[in-house]
Structures are given as structure tokens and as C-alpha cells.
């Protein structure tokens, strides 16, 4: 086909016939997640999704099949970037609190968006068996997570002797709590609490070797003079 073939074409090219569709979906999305959160999932309607978008409510079901598989594709997006991030520390180095306070610094910031929100604010049993099945999984999947990170940094010192489970429940519970609290606009940003929580829940279990390397590098004082 040559180029002015394709100028005259009134067919997009493939790649961006998917980027548009995927564009659209993810525009659905975005709409569809923030009325969720707002009204409940039980009370939002795929009208009033489709009234925000400013298209029919039949349009809807060029992208989804449902409103219960909208809501699988929600949470699925914020457990993807939970997913993405736990992949990159896993693929870096670091002791077991540098990587447990990475990962809470990520999942806390995560916590503040809507399909962050979305991974517990929702109830799993508004979603089919298989969908389920899916989010039960990788739940239990970033509870090991948690646990596994508290356990290395037991083993190399970082983190002071405790209960992994124990610990990783309250951790857990206190960032999860996030996506019920938070509000646009506060006081503090996405990122400040998520610095702010990576120290406050640490804090208590910081091992010897952490202890160690921290009042290595603090400043040393002489008659009141750094030095």
C-alpha cells in the first residue's frame, strides 16, 4: 500500500485502533471508579457512568460485558502497579526493612488513588466465582510478601526478632486503611504519607544492623560542634 493510499484510508491503523480502544476502556474505567467510591458499587449505575462520559449507556458494552466485570478491571489496575512494584524490589537489593519500607512507601502512595482504593473498599463477593478466585489469590499473595521481606530482615538483622504473620497484619491493616480515609486535596500529599507511614510502621521493629548503619552515618558532635 502506498503512501497515499494510506492517507485516504478511513480505517485508523491497527495500532492505533487498539490505542484509542484501549484509551476508551480506560477512560471507562477512571469514570466508573470514581462513582463507585463515591455512591457504593450497589447504588452507581452504568447510566450515570455513561452519563459522565457523555455517551449511551449501550456504548458501554463495546469495552465491558458488565458492571461486575467493571469492577474486576478496577481493581485489576491497582493490583497490576502493586504487582509492578513488588517485581522491581524483588529484582533489586537492599535489606529486608530497606525492602519492606519500599514496598509500604509504594503500597501507601497506591492507597491514595482511586484503583488504588479500589483494591479494599470493594467487596469481593459482588464479583463472580472466577474473579473471586483471582483477588482472594493475590491478596494472600501480598500478605506472603509482606511476610517474606519481615522475615529477610530478621535473618540479615535489619528488623528486630518478631512475628512475621503478626507484623504483617498490622502493617497491612494500617495502609489499607488509607484507601478508606483519604481525601483529595488534604493536608498532605500521596507521597508525604506514604514517607511518613514507610517510617512510623517500621520504626518499632528497626534491627541492630539498621540501628548500626544509622549511627554510623549520623553527625558526631565535640563541645557542640559537628564534626
Known amino acids: 500500500m502506498d503512501a497515499r493510499s494510506t492517507e485516504t484510508s478511513p480505517w485508523l491503523p491497527f495500532e492505533s485502533r487498539r490505542r484509542a480502544r484501549d484509551e476508551k476502556r480506560e477512560a471507562v474505567l477512571r469514570t466508573a471508579v470514581q462513582l463507585f467510591l463515591e455512591l457504593g458499587y450497589h447504588r452507581a449505575t452504568l447510566n450515570e457512568v455513561a452519563e459522565r462520559l457523555n455517551i449511551t449507556k449501550p456504548a458501554l458494552y463495546n469495552y465491558f460485558r458488565g458492571k461486575d466485570e ?4 478496577c481493581w485489576a489496575l491497582g493490583q497490576e502497579r502493586v504487582d509492578e512494584v513488588i517485581a522491581a524490589i524483588n529484582a533489586g537489593g537492599g535489606s529486608g526493612l530497606d525492602k519492606l519500607r519500599h514496598l509500604i512507601r509504594a503500597y501507601a502512595a497506591q492507597m491514595a488513588t482511586d484503583f488504588g482504593a479500589s483494591l479494599v473498599r470493594f467487596d469481593v463477593r459482588d464479583l463472580n466465582a472466577e474473579h473471586r478466585a483471582i483477588v482472594l ?79 554510623r552515618r549520623a553527625p558526631t558532635t565535640t563541645g557542640g560542634k559537628q564534626r
Open 70 to 73: 467493571i469492577l474486576f478491571e
Open 137 to 215: 489469590a493475590a491478596k494472600r499473595s501480598i500478605d506472603r510478601t509482606f511476610r517474606r521481606y519481615i522475615a529477610d530482615g530478621i535473618a540479615d538483622s535489619s528488623i528486630t526478632p518478631c512475628d512475621p504473620k503478626m507484623t504483617a497484619f498490622a502493617i497491612a491493616g494500617a495502609l489499607n486503611w488509607i484507601g478508606h480515609w483519604y481525601e483529595r486535596g488534604g493536608a498532605l500529599s500521596p507521597q508525604a504519607i506514604a514517607d511518613e507511614f514507610s517510617i512510623r510502621l517500621t520504626e518499632g521493629i528497626v534491627g541492630t544492623a539498621a540501628r548500626k548503619r544509622r549511627a
